[in-house]
């Protein structure tokens, strides 16, 4: 059945129900959403299925938010009513991309797993998925190695084939739960978010037999949506995720978002080979399977405000044997200098931030001892650090992380202008001879990132506040209501950073702990001063 004999049955699909007042769209938006929509089903030819586009169609008319699919038993909580592929709208004329030294330590990380929470749409939810499909394989045309594989040579290398083979695309509904269920205030994250994400548990090396990309579009009981991803973190850092997240929102609202830059101008020139003997593949570097809880923890302007003024309250001397360890990967430097955090230094909101979560963590982890070294791992973008500049869209990894050492009893125990005085000097002294140091020495012994915290003591922060997850992400139908992400990559002391929904400076941090640890932090009077409610 041509695409097109399609359309009159997503006319007759009815609306989801939602509240009146949870939409500000008018009539005629609605009406202009749906034509559009109507228009790219009818015009796409870049959909296959693992059963049909007419069995797609079908499944959408019959199933309403609180039906599950025949073939996912009842009492699950979400049910894949539908699976396709979506090929890029053109050929891709791109070819290989090799993967940088900065994209081969990501082969044993899992997929990102990023997503956004909608209020329910003015418009069926039929017409909204031929939207997103529509504009997904417009998307995978301006970002082709999305569409591709990974593919090894016979002598290790290993790159992208930009061979359009497609992103995997699903539809699917949860009919035990809705929004508030999914996002309780003063609450851990409930166990059913990880449900909404495709490729749970993927390794990035899985890339060479499965799809790079893979979306999944979810309705809850009440209409809602989570639009949720999960991309290989072989080809991708969080830059270039969530500028192809706006590229493809952007195309649903009929814009034309400028293609990323793909030149391999970062160490395009490296010829360090990451060998996996037998071709199987590396396995993630951190237990998979250790006891979590997770929470989101919100920050107004206000309450960041409060912290950068304590600690840039005055100019703070630290001992050079105090100050972070430049390396990425465990080496040690000391010098018995001192050096000045000099008055025209300001430690930025962000570190006053990570300050006041080193301290309170380290404090809430009572079984470290005293003389134990903590290290706060914290993610660096390095287009703007290194000469000469790469651009701001450069596609594909362009990271390294940051490590601030000290002993547990002065994190704990100083002040939080000596913790972030710390942080401070580890990002600001993070320049182009840092990061061509960390390569050098990558290159000299390839090996795939030590993501954990393997001694109990670390912290690593993710993602970042300054990441556009809600600035940009209108596909049509509203701003996003939050970010949340799944399963992947987390641990006992992974922190991502996310914008707040206000904007305006505030931030969310999501934090995985230990039960025990999490359990002490929310007894913490001084950190949870700053948290608001």
């Given amino acids: 059945m041509h695409l097109i004999s399609l359309l009159p049955l997503y006319k007759l699909s009815p609306s989801p129900s939602f509240p009146p007042t949870a939409h500000t769209t008018t009539p005629s938006a609605r009406e202009q959403l749906l034509l559009s929509a109507e228009m790219e089903l009818a015009m796409s030819p870049n959909l296959s299925s693992s059963s049909s586009i007419s069995s797609l169609a079908a499944s959408l008319i019959a199933t309403g938010p609180n039906s599950t699919s025949c073939n996912v038993a009842p009492a699950a909580a979400v049910a894949i009513v539908s699976k396709c592929t979506v090929y890029p709208d053109r050929e891709s004329d791109l070819g290989d991309l090799p993967l940088s030294v900065s994209d081969l330590p990501m082969l044993s990380c899992h997929y990102i797993q990023k997503g956004l929470f909608f209020l329910p749409p003015p418009v069926p939810i039929a017409s909204l998925v031929s939207l997103l499909t529509s504009s997904l394989s417009r998307a995978l045309s301006l970002f082709p190695a999305l569409a591709g594989r990974l593919c090894t040579l016979p002598d290790g290398r290993i790159f992208i084939s930009c061979n359009d083979a497609g992103a995997e695309f699903s539809y699917a509904t949860a009919a035990s739960f809705s929004l508030p269920d999914v996002l309780p205030p003063s609450s851990d994250v ?10 749970d548990g993927a390794v ?3 890339g060479h ?7 999944q579009i979810t309705e809850l009981a009440d209409g809602a949506l989570f639009l949720g991803a999960a991309v290989n973190h072989a080809i991708v850092d969080g830059t270039s995720f969530w500028n ?22 970062y160490f395009g020139g490296s010829k360090a080979v990451l060998q996996f003997p037998g071709g ?29 003024s304590r600690a840039n309250c005055r100019a703070k001397t630290v001992a050079a044997g105090d100050l972070p360890n430049r390396e990425i990967y465990g080496e040690n430097r000391h010098d018995q200098k001192t050096v000045a955090l000099n008055e025209e230094e300001v430690i930025s909101s962000f570190q006053s931030l990570c300050a006041h979560v080193w301290r309170s963590v380290t404090r809430a982890r009572t079984r470290l001892p005293a003389e134990a070294t903590t290290t706060f791992r914290m993610a660096v973008n390095c287009r703007g650090r290194v000469a000469p500049r790469v651009a701001a869209n450069y596609f594909g990894n362009a990271i390294q992380s940051a490590p601030t050492k000290a002993l547990v009893a002065e994190v704990a125990g100083r002040d939080l ?3 972030a005085g710390l942080l401070h000097r580890s990002v600001a002294d993070y320049g182009n001879e840092t990061v061509r140091r960390v390569v050098a020495e990558w290159e000299a012994a390839p090996r795939c990132f030590p993501l954990g915290n393997p001694d109990g003591a670390g912290i690593t922060m993710g993602s970042s506040h300054r990441f556009p997850m809600y600035e940009g992400n209108d596909f049509g ?9 799944g399963r992947a990559n987390k641990f006992d002391g992974k922190m991502s950073a996310f914008p707040g929904r206000e904007g305006g400076g505030s931030v969310d941090l999501e934090v995985c702990l230990a039960p025990e640890t999490m359990a002490a932090l929310l007894r913490d009077h001084e950190f949870m001063s700053y948290v608001s409610p």
């Fill in 417 to 419: 202008r000596w913790a």
């Fill in 209 to 215: 037999f499965r799809p790079l990309a893979a979306f």
């Fill in 204 to 206: 990035s090396f899985h």
């Fill in 244 to 265: 192809f997240f706006n590229a493809w929102a952007e195309l649903c609202r009929g814009g034309s978002p400028a293609p990323p830059d793909f030149r391999r101008n």
């Fill in 280 to 308: 199987r593949g590396p396995e993630v570097t951190f237990p998979v399977d250790a006891p979590l809880r997770e929470r989101i923890f919100h920050f107004s302007r206000e309450a960041i405000l409060d912290l950068k």
């Fill in 190 to 199: 409930p166990s059913a978010v990880k449900s909404l994400f495709p490729f």
């Fill in 477 to 485: 139908w509203g701003q996003a209501a939050a970010v949340r992400s």
